[in-house]
């Protein structure tokens, strides 16, 4: 507490009143009181108002950016309406009093507004605690958001991976038996790394069959016999070596070793012959031959000229 009067009796008193309960210190003059609010912190200035040099009011004023959170208080020896309403309003000023002074109702003032300046600062150290702790929860919670995020992305990639694992494992077909596209696509790749080395030949038929879209949505069943039928025309008269696969929902494919184009041929005619059986489903054949190395130098050159010939992909 830090008292300000240029009278020793009123200073006496004052400290007389407060030593018990605050660490006091007396300043005789508001230049003297400056000097000790800019070296030591102070929760309470009482001030009396008139004073040689700087009046209490300025004081009040000046002590605003020395001690912000003090409690401020101003004496004075007689009413002062303009005194106590700048004291209010430029000071700060918690209470104006006059003298005589009532001891009970300062000390009680001044309890009073030390109990509330506590309060507020410990609803300023609660707040920002809180404040604090709702930072550190949203780091740890952000913080536990990205690792669920990376652990979802790990599991998701293996996933995937293990997917794109078992569909290369999956070589058959499930409602033919025949290769699947991949597995065919495979087989080609090694019988034309083969057909190069040595100087062999190498065809591959792909077969659409017209109608069949509309025999899944119309007539499930006819759909399936439809399959049979064709898994029939794509093994009639192979050779052990030669394999058919399902290229696609309606389309099949034919790796033919050993065989030219022309020869190829030969095997599209057979097959469109016996497509043409009327005590079987109707089969209508869009067939095209490509062949290594006429069509391409490659499985992916041989593919592509095969499937745009389709219109597929």
Not at 4 to 14: F, H, P, S
Not at 149 to 164: H, I, K, M, S
Not at 268 to 290: C, G, I, K, T, Y
Request: charged share 30%.
């Amino acid at each position: 507490m830090l008292i300000v009067d240029d009278e020793d009796d009123n200073c006496r008193l004052l400290r007389r009143m407060f030593q018990g309960s605050y660490d006091v210190k007396i300043a005789t003059s508001g230049a003297e009181a400056i000097e000790l609010l800019e070296g030591s912190h102070f929760d309470v200035i009482i001030t009396d108002q008139v004073m040689p040099g700087l009046s209490g009011t300025d004081l009040l004023t000046r002590s605003l950016t020395l001690a912000p959170d003090a409690v401020r208080i101003l004496i004075s020896g007689f009413p002062n309406l303009e005194a106590a309403l700048s004291s209010l309003n430029d000071g700060r000023a918690y209470r104006f009093f006059t003298r005589p002074l009532d001891r009970n109702e300062l000390s009680e003032a001044v309890a009073d507004a030390v109990h509330g300046q506590s309060a507020r600062r410990a609803l300023i150290e609660r707040t920002e605690s809180l404040e604090r702790q709702n930072s550190e929860l949203a780091q740890k919670h952000a913080e536990l958001e990205a690792r669920i995020d990376a652990a979802v992305d790990e599991r998701a990639r293996g996933l995937r991976e293990r997917l794109g694992q078992l569909e290369r494992s999956i070589t058959r077909d499930a409602d033919t038996g025949l290769l699947t596209r991949e597995a065919l696509v495979d087989h080609l790749e090694r019988e034309i790394a083969r057909s190069e080395r040595y100087g062999l030949l190498c065809a591959l038929i792909l077969v659409r069959v017209n109608g069949y879209h509309r025999a899944f949505v119309e007539s499930p069943g006819d759909a399936g016999r439809i399959l049979e039928r064709m898994t029939w025309l794509i093994r009639l008269g192979s050779r052990r070596y030669d394999l058919g696969g399902r290229w696609g929902e309606d389309t099949f494919g034919l790796l033919l070793p050993h065989v030219g184009k022309s020869g190829a041929q030969v095997r599209v005619e057979r097959m469109e012959s016996a497509a043409s059986d009327p005590d079987q489903p109707d089969v209508s054949l869009e067939p095209v031959v490509v062949a290594f190395p006429e069509s391409g130098s490659t499985a992916a050159d041989v593919v592509a000229a095969a499937e745009k010939h389709l219109g597929i992909g």
